[in-house]
């Protein structure tokens, strides 16, 4: 499936058949203490959408970086969480919360590299890669 189709099928129509809830996922917040984060991590959330394990984390004092194709998606995660955010146009468009470290750009994943976001200390990827056409994961 194309980018724009998951855009056009699923963000649009606000149909979202995966199973999104505004919470942190069971198993980041069971095995937090195990994963060993440094405070003020910064940590990477790949095909993000509408997570809420990007608020936890980052109440949590770590700094988020999410990626994301759908501009649907990422107004739409703001908005439910009611953060305040400015939107920045360089090479992509860039959200930033205005009182969480919360950096949302918006992005085919594969259009981005070390040089446009940076380094990271970790990376929270709960489904994104399962969702990533097999031939393109080696990517």
């Not at 056009?8 to 809830?21: E, G, Q, S």
């Not at 994943?109 to 990376?123: C, P, R, S, T, Y």
Request: hydrophobic share 40%.
């Amino acid at each position: 499936m194309e980018l724009k189709d998951w855009d056009r099928l699923f963000w649009k129509r606000n149909f979202i058949p995966w199973d999104f809830v505004p919470k942190p996922h069971n198993h980041l917040l069971r095995y937090d203490n195990e994963i060993g984060l440094k405070r003020n991590s910064r940590i990477f959330v790949p095909l993000c959408g509408m997570s809420g394990d990007m608020i936890w984390l980052a109440n949590k004092g770590h700094e988020i970086v999410g990626i994301e194709y759908s501009e649907v998606a990422i107004r739409k995660f703001f908005n439910i969480n009611k953060l305040e955010h400015q939107i920045y146009k360089t090479d992509l468009q860039v959200y930033k919360a205005n009182n969480l470290n919360i950096t949302i750009y918006q992005s085919n994943i594969f259009n981005v590299d070390e040089g446009i976001l940076g380094k990271f200390d970790a990376i929270w990827d709960r489904a994104a890669f399962t969702s990533i056409p097999s031939q393109d994961r080696t990517r």
